[in-house]
């Protein structure tokens, strides 16, 4: 299928260099590009706290609860020399 899309100089020119790069047409780049999107994990690319993210769990607070004591368990075991 053809179709125009409208993009951004520096979105466009930033493609053409990446799919050079791989050896790609800007084509299979893009189509590449639309599906790794659409097929991305539900929170990829978002930002904010683990607490903004346990709201995908919302119809079972039981397993929120777990999710959110198994991560704060975890953080209690960094050992200060980890932050570094």
Avoid at 54 to 65: K, L
């Amino acid at each position: 299928m053809t179709t125009t899309l409208d993009l951004p100089d520096d979105l466009l020119s930033e493609a053409q260099r990446e799919a050079l790069g791989r050896g790609q047409s800007l084509q299979a780049f893009v189509a590449e590009a639309i599906r790794l999107r659409l097929h991305a994990a539900p929170f990829a690319g978002k930002t904010g706290t683990i607490m903004d993210f346990a709201g995908i769990f919302s119809s079972s607070r039981e397993e929120s609860v777990r999710i959110m004591e198994t991560v704060a368990e975890g953080f209690e075991q960094i050992r200060p020399g980890d932050w570094r």
